[in-house]
């Protein structure tokens, strides 16, 4: 008997939990459960190719994987091929943490269901299996809206030669298309103005450094977006005196930086765009109309005016948010919000939730870590209060379908390692569920 | 600054000083002349996060200095300063500890973490529509 607990999912908040766990307990068992074969979740489907920086996080989930309190069961759909109410039986507590990359907003506009899926072109080119495939073979044009950092991500990829995303781990499928790509201009349309930008500084910093890429804005769209209020929430006429007002600050004076005309040498040529909302969506051209905002101080909405216009644009993706979708029929979900209702963490009786499972697709991998670390607080107190209790080892006699162990992810990693070295790549990943279980139940 | 740097990286000189918890408690460490905070802290097993490995694509490893350790050292670039921006409870003497080396000047001092988490998203809370 012993302090058992059910992780569900692999991505960053699921490790996260692993390491807080064995940190405060480091008796207890932990087993994790992963619908793919392979893990880490977003950090491999998610994370841009040509984001290596952040995989590095990978080593240190992989080094405490190998621990002996820890199991791995890859291939195993919480909520299909096991359910909420059976977890909650066998296990001392269960901590889903299996995200919220999985339903997309819809783009509320006519012909807004022509809009590409910004979440699902990630996917595309990260390898993810059963996804629909794309082509931009006959796309000159695109519009991106809305501006977070997942339509960073998509700019920059898109507008990537395809000498820079050779050597990352991008999915063969894509690169293929990528290599026919004519994509010369990308638009990045926000409905407010550039104080309420939805990335961070880091991504767009990165955008502006994209060799061939060159980035610009338009300087009546910036002056439009520069209301009182707006100034306001910057302090942008004063001295910042909070966190959100600094990173504003320091957001607004990059996008304020960048370039009012384009670089003639430029392959690709991307504009951020503000003021802007989508009116509607025909074959290749995008009505827009330009907005004002309305509403007090950190509250300002943007209201379209009757100043409309037209944009080409051959491929209207939408990157305007996702969230988590209920995997199991009794797990308690806010569809509203779209996500697993919870106090502090708490879902019910021994359930508990942490990361985009609980807040919703916001934040860095630093948000997620804090917000792990509190549900884990949350956790703790059950136990110090006798909440929790000790049971015996019996997922192996209930599980009825085929799983992968951590050693076997551990196959599959050095099949896609020694295939990425042959072609050059970071990592060559494979994209079918049955190869995967191939290879790593060889 | 180059010759400060060089004088230290050459030498094998340890100092003491002490990582601070952010529920307050104390742990006195050997800090070795050239070693990163990041690096100090994994090696003696404080609670200090480095997701990205010190590449400066996250802010786990957040460290809050002294105001006069603080301004000893050389100015972040703009990439810590985008990290920053991110930090979990940042504070005007805030450093990412991979980007902080360790000096002379650190002897006797204390690093304090922050804090642990911050209820930054009230569970059940309305997004708000822009």
Redesign the interface.
């Known amino acids: 008997m012993a302090l058992r607990f059910a992780v569900v999912g692999s991505g ?1 908040a699921g490790f996260f939990t692993l390491k807080s766990l064995i ?1 405060a307990l480091p008796d207890c068992k932990v087993d994790m459960f992963e619908r793919w074969p392979v893990p880490f979740g977003l950090i491999r489907y998610g994370v841009a190719p040509d ?1 290596g ?2 995989k ?2 990978i ?2 989930f992989t080094e405490l994987a190998r621990c002996d309190n820890f199991r791995y069961f890859g291939n195993v759909f919480v909520g299909k091929d096991i359910d909420y109410l059976t977890l909650s039986q066998i296990y001392s507590g269960i901590i889903y943490a299996h995200g919220a990359a999985s339903a997309d907003k819809e783009l509320k506009i006519p012909g807004g269901e022509k809009s590409k899926s910004a979440r699902q072109i990630v996917e595309w080119y990260n390898g993810m299996p059963n996804c629909e495939d794309f082509d931009f073979s006959k796309v000159e044009k695109v519009g991106i809206i809305g501006n977070g950092n997942v339509a960073m991500d998509v700019a920059r990829v898109l507008g990537s030669s395809i000498e820079r995303l050779q050597p990352t781990d991008v999915a063969e499928r894509a690169f293929e298309v990528f290599s026919k790509s004519k994509i010369r201009e990308i638009d990045i349309y926000g ?2 103005g550039p104080v ?1 930008a939805a990335m ?3 991504e767009l ?1 990165y955008l502006s450094k994209v060799p061939g890429i060159s980035l610009r804005v338009l300087q009546d769209e910036i002056d439009r977006g520069l209301s009182p209020e707006s100034q306001n929430e910057a302090m942008l006429n004063s001295v910042q005196t909070n ?1 959100r007002e ?2 504003r600050k ?2 607004f004076d990059l996008i304020n930086s960048l370039p009012r005309e384009h670089n003639p040498n430029a392959q690709v040529k991307i504009n951020l765009r503000f003021m802007l909302a989508p009116i509607s969506y025909t074959a290749s051209y995008l009505t827009l109309a330009r907005t004002n905002l309305q509403g007090p101080e950190l ?1 300002q ?2 209201v379209p005016s009757d100043e409309t216009f037209k944009e080409n644009c051959d491929l209207l993706i939408r990157s305007i948010g996702y969230s988590s979708v209920q995997i199991d029929k009794n797990l308690p979900f ?1 569809q ?2 779209g996500t697993v ?5 708490k879902v019910e009786g021994n359930n508990y939730v942490t990361g985009w499972a ?3 697709p ?6 997620t ?3 792990v ?2 549900t884990i ?1 949350t956790l703790i107190q059950d136990i110090d209060n006798n909440l929790l209790q000790y049971k015996p080892d019996s997922i192996l006699d209930i599980l009825k379908c085929r799983f992968l162990t951590f050693k076997q992810w551990e196959k599959i990693d050095q099949y896609e390692l020694n295939e990425g070295l042959k072609k050059g790549k970071a990592r060559s990943k494979i994209t079918s569920v049955d190869k995967m279980l191939e290879i790593g139940l060889s | 600054m180059l010759t400060r740097l060089g004088r230290f990286m050459s030498s094998s000189k340890t100092i003491s000083f002490f990582w601070v918890t952010h529920d307050g408690r104390e742990t006195k460490v050997e800090g070795k002349i050239g070693e990163s905070l990041l690096e100090n802290a994994h090696r003696n097993s404080i609670d200090l996060e480095g997701a990205c490995d010190g590449s400066l694509a996250c802010s786990t490893c957040h460290v809050i200095l002294s105001e006069s350790l603080y301004d000893v050292q050389p100015e972040p670039t703009a990439d810590e300063e985008d990290m920053l921006d991110l930090a979990f409870g940042l504070t005007p003497t805030s450093r990412l500890g991979c980007q902080i080396k360790i000096t002379e000047d650190m002897s006797n001092t204390r690093i304090q973490l922050p804090k642990a988490s911050v209820n930054m998203y009230v569970d059940g809370h309305k997004p708000k529509p822009h």
């Open positions: 960053p940190r984001h920086d952040i590095n996080i080593k240190d409905r407010r309420q961070t500084v880091k910093r966190q600094r990173a320091r957001l509250h909405v943007a806010d509203e919000l209702k919870n106090l502090g963490g609980r807040t919703g916001f934040g860095v991998i630093d948000t870590m804090r917000n670390f509190q607080d």
